[in-house]
């Protein structure tokens, strides 16, 4: 599975943008890139995920870099709730992996109020 | 929509014991996936079903592990013996299949801690 490397850690003020990046230099062309997201004491929840071109939901947007090398899961106002770990993964659409979910450490967000 | 059950929420057992866990995925989901979420790390996947089939079990450590859904619904997992290293949070997911587009949804999963 290609690999995908983020800090341990950020942090954010209430009300603020946040740019949580993701480098993922041995992306391969099948390669999708997934964010979920995990509350503390539940399960990961699905958060964005996109090919090439950036992408925006209800929840955050994807800016994928031109050589798909990084990308940044951008939450435009942070708040209380969205102290989480994030987790960047490359998701791969060819070959027999069936799809499958590969989860790394992830990125732990810290929110100030 | 109801979300994915797992039961029970909690489990404490001693090394040797067995346990076994149970998922209820989405209503319609085709896919279901069984995760292990040791304290610290990210989830590593166990074992995927497509409706009653296994499509990828190398991370299952079946000298112990075993798990079945049958009728392509409800889904078990048991551990027997359970070994201290055991201990972790044992997450449930499923989705509508296993194209690249499909989210996965978990439950809230199960704390198993062996003493």
């Known amino acids: 599975d290609a690999k995908t490397t983020q800090p341990n850690s950020m942090e954010s003020n209430e009300e603020e943008p946040v740019h949580l990046p993701c480098n993922h230099s041995?992306?391969?062309?099948?390669?999708?890139i997934h964010w979920y997201r995990q509350l503390p004491s539940q399960g990961p929840e699905y958060v964005i995920h996109g090919l090439t071109s950036n992408v925006n939901n209800r929840m955050a947007s994807l800016a994928i870099a031109e050589d798909r090398k990084s990308s940044t899961l951008i939450l435009h106002r942070a708040t209380l709730r969205d102290a989480a770990v994030y987790y960047c993964?490359?998701?791969?659409?060819?070959?027999?992996?069936?799809?499958?979910?590969?989860f790394g450490q992830g990125t732990i967000l810290t929110v100030h109020p | 929509e109801a979300g994915v059950a797992q039961s029970p929420r909690y489990k404490i057992i001693e090394k040797r014991q067995s346990v076994a866990f149970w998922c209820n995925p989405i209503?319609?989901?085709?896919?279901l996936y069984w995760y292990q979420q040791i304290l610290g790390q990210g989830p590593k996947l166990l074992i995927q079903f497509q409706n009653n089939g296994v499509v990828d079990d190398s991370q299952l450590p079946k000298d112990r592990f075993s798990a079945e859904r049958l009728k392509g619904v409800d889904s078990t997992l048991k551990i027997q013996p359970a070994k201290l290293e055991d201990s972790a949070v044992y997450l449930c997911?499923?989705?509508?299949?296993?194209?690249?587009?499909?989210?996965?949804?978990f439950g809230s999963g199960t704390q198993l801690s062996v003493l």
């Open positions: 993964i490359l998701r791969d659409a060819g070959g027999t992996s069936y799809g499958k979910l590969t």
């Open positions: 209503s319609g989901h085709a896919t």
């Open positions: 041995t992306i391969s062309g099948t390669d999708y």
């Open positions: 997911a499923s989705s509508w299949g296993a194209h690249i587009n499909e989210k996965l949804f």
